[in-house]
């Protein structure tokens, strides 16, 4: 259960270790809604929302993953239903995502300076 695509933590992870900024959204959707969780892949840049839904369409089948950026790279949402992360990777790459997204990322640098800073003013 822990390896589940639609599962939160496994499905940012993923994404992390490709090097996509992920900002978890919301997760606590009514237990009658199909969607599970809603994360932002890449914000300030692509800003692109993903949404899982789990057993939309019937029970057991495979999770759809709800693709949009404000029509910007997708003209309309896109649903990709796999049990595959590497489905997903490659979609995004395909549509133009890019991974190493500089904007919201602390680099190691001004993590130290942060953290300098921060024990000799308190």
């Not at 009658?32 to 994360?39: Q, Y």
């Not at 800003?47 to 404000?70: K, Q, W």
Request: glycine share 4%; hydrophobic share 35%.
């Amino acid at each position: 259960m822990k390896n589940k695509i639609s599962t939160l933590g496994y499905f940012t992870k993923r994404l992390k270790d490709n090097n996509f900024v992920v900002w978890k959204i919301f997760n606590k959707y009514a237990q009658h809604d199909p969607r599970v969780w809603t994360i932002m892949i890449n914000p300030g840049e692509e800003s692109m929302f993903i949404t899982c839904y789990v057993n939309a369409d019937e029970r057991g089948a495979d999770p759809i993953f709800e693709l949009h950026d404000g029509m910007s790279l997708f003209r309309n949402y896109a649903k990709i239903q796999t049990k595959s992360m590497e489905v997903i990777i490659k979609y995004i790459l395909q549509r133009g995502v890019q991974p190493d997204s500089k904007t919201f990322r602390v680099s190691d640098s001004e993590q130290s300076t942060t953290k300098t800073h921060a024990t000799t003013t308190g």
